[in-house]
């Protein structure tokens, strides 16, 4: 079945880099997302990129694509401390009843220090 | 533009008892999905509406059932409620039967708990 993996903590340094990594398991997924969580919100989309592209930027947010390994990776640059969160990485479901949409990782809460 | 409309915002429930969740989507959406979202976890895609039919359900028993009005708007049903369900529930709207997540929005969710 499909499955998304990432690691369960991150934390860094206001005005560093963050990066957050992901492994998926459906090589067919045609769009792979990034969502962030604040406490007592719903999901935010941040970006996605289509499957076969190895990079997408948008402004800050840099997303790298690795298909052959699937891992997918969400580099926020100059991290500030409204960039504290939960980072879910998501792939589209490609199988029975559920084609087109979304399988979510655990996610990734990242704590920015001041 | 009102986004997505989730109520009520929280819930307390006991076991046994049954649970109605409402969703109003955003303006100009017409399919409406929901998701489950546990403590700790990633959501959980249960299933989508549109045009009034259910389209696509997840790995979730038939206790959980739906249905989506003409006026887009949809409510999740949760029978015989177990300790289990007690969760986030996610609400997300976009055009069109497939809803491809770059064109999905949530709301804020509603946090049920079973006591």
């Known amino acids: 079945g499909e499955d998304v993996e990432q690691s369960l903590f991150l934390s860094v340094r206001e005005g560093d880099s963050s990066v957050i990594n992901c492994t998926y398991t459906d090589s067919s997924s045609t769009y792979l997302y990034w969502y962030k969580q604040e406490p007592g919100a719903g999901l935010q989309l941040l970006t996605y990129?289509?499957?076969?592209?190895d990079m997408k930027q948008d402004q800050r947010l840099t997303v790298l694509l690795n298909k052959k390994d699937k891992h997918l990776s969400l580099r926020i640059a100059d991290t500030q401390t409204g960039d504290s969160a939960i980072y879910f990485c998501?792939?589209?479901?490609?199988?029975?009843?559920?084609?087109?949409?979304?399988?979510f990782g655990k996610g990734t809460k990242l704590s920015v220090k001041p | 533009d009102a986004g997505v409309t989730q109520s009520p915002t929280h819930l307390i429930k006991t076991r046994g008892q049954q649970v109605t969740l409402r969703c109003s989507p955003k303006?100009?959406?017409?399919?409406v999905s929901w998701y489950q979202q546990a403590l700790g976890q990633g959501p959980q895609f249960i299933f989508q509406y549109y045009e009034e039919e259910e389209r696509q359900r997840g790995n979730f028993p038939d206790r959980f059932s739906g249905h989506q009005f003409p006026n887009y708007s949809s409510e999740l049903n949760v029978n015989a409620l177990l300790l289990g369900d007690s969760a986030l529930y996610l609400c997300a709207s976009s055009f069109g039967d497939r809803g491809m997540g770059y064109g999905y929005t949530f709301g804020s969710g509603t946090r049920l708990t079973v006591v």
């Open positions: 303006s100009g959406h017409d399919t």
């Open positions: 990129i289509f499957s076969n592209m």
């Open positions: 998501a792939e589209t479901a490609n199988y029975g009843g559920s084609q087109g949409n979304l399988i």
